[in-house]
């Protein structure tokens, strides 16, 4: 039974409860969700999933409520995270935006809502490194990536800029593979080196 929290102070939880639910049937494992709000949780959770939602607000709510320490040290523990969109922006080591107090658990620079509004928002075919095909990728008010610590792979570019890149058990893409069917992305986060280990 893999215990995965999925952090619910603000944003779509249920898109990604359902991907890794589907992520974990394909590798023949059940998946128990826990949905995080206040602290004292993420130390059961063997992954983390960081959502999107409004980066601002979710920096804020998990300072408060104590989630931002319990969340390093889950990373520090080496279990794996998968932060999307906003999710990739708190992560970062900077946002470039004061009002965002980052985790600073990925070692990546971003700018917040470069690909503009949300009617700016598109879809595109995006080859993402371990994956055999491209990845259906849904971009809605996301961020890139304006700059990559030395430790730091880049998995997919999108106009030549990083748009999925990993730090160590950190997995990070400005889209929102929660948004598809496709759960492959949340596998490359949380199933792939399991397998390998298997």
């Known amino acids: 039974m893999l215990r995965a929290g999925v952090v619910a102070v603000q944003g779509d939880v249920t898109a990604h409860a359902a991907a890794i639910r589907r992520a974990g049937e394909a590798h023949g494992e059940d998946v128990e969700v826990i949905e995080i709000r206040q602290s004292g949780s993420v130390a059961e959770c063997d992954v983390l999933l960081l959502p999107g939602g409004e980066s601002t607000a979710i920096s804020r709510l998990l300072s ?12 520090a523990g080496g279990k794996p995270v998968l932060a999307t969109c906003a999710g990739l922006i708190v992560a970062s080591r900077d946002a470039n935006d004061e009002r965002v107090d980052t985790l600073d658990v990925l070692d990546v620079t971003v700018d917040r809502n470069a690909f503009g509004r949300q009617v700016d928002s598109f879809e595109a075919p995006l080859d993402v ?24 792979e880049v998995l997919a570019e999108w106009e030549g800029r990083p748009v999925a890149v990993r730090d160590g058990p950190v997995l990070a893409t400005a889209f929102h593979p929660e948004l598809t069917d496709d759960s492959r992305v949340h596998d490359l986060a949380f199933f792939e080196e399991r397998a390998v280990e298997a």
Request: aromatic share 6%; no cysteine; glycine share 12%.
């Open 129 to 152: 490194v371990g994956l055999e095909a491209p990845f259906p990728a849904v971009f809605i008010r996301a961020p890139v990536i304006d700059d990559v610590g030395d430790g730091v």
């Open 64 to 75: 408060r409520e104590g989630i931002d320490a319990e969340i390093r040290d889950h990373v």
